[in-house]
Nanobody, 117 residues
Framework: VQLQASGGGLVAAGGSLRLSCAAS????????MGWFRQVPGKEREFVAV????????YYSDSVKGRFTLSRDKPKNTVYLQMNSLKPEDTAVYYC???????????WGQGTLVTVSS
């Protein structure tokens, strides 16, 4: 299983970015894909996930209302649209895949998002 993430970068506070993650292989309807993030020196933090089959989405309280997770099933890709970004959103964002909402099995290589104040 490979997860190829892209879309990170530097943005000013209040701005927007969109992260993409393309997964290799077949994705079963029971799969869960999404994003976690990590600030150096801190534990990885849940951001958002989607149930691949039904499309149900789950968000952390810290991003709810600002971030939107979507999936493109034919492309095996998930997108994280991040709006109204805050400096505290600065982190390395990891694409994830698994069957549990909060305990992924597979992790992508990470993409850095930096929000300047």
């Amino acid at each position: 299983v490979q997860l190829q993430a892209s879309g990170g970068g530097l943005v000013a506070a209040g701005g927007s970015l969109r992260l993409s993650c393309a997964a290799s292989g077949r994705i079963f309807s029971s799969a869960v894909m999404g994003w976690f993030r990590q600030v150096p020196g801190k534990e990885r933090e849940f951001v958002a996930v989607v149930r691949w089959g039904v499309g149900s989405t789950y968000y952390s309280d810290s991003v709810k209302g600002r971030f939107t997770l979507s999936r493109d099933k034919p492309k095996n890709t998930v997108y994280l649209q991040m709006n109204s970004l805050k400096p505290e959103d600065t982190a390395v964002y990891y694409c994830t895949r698994g069957v549990d909402l909060y305990s992924p099995t597979y992790w992508g290589q990470g993409t850095l998002v930096t929000v300047s104040s």
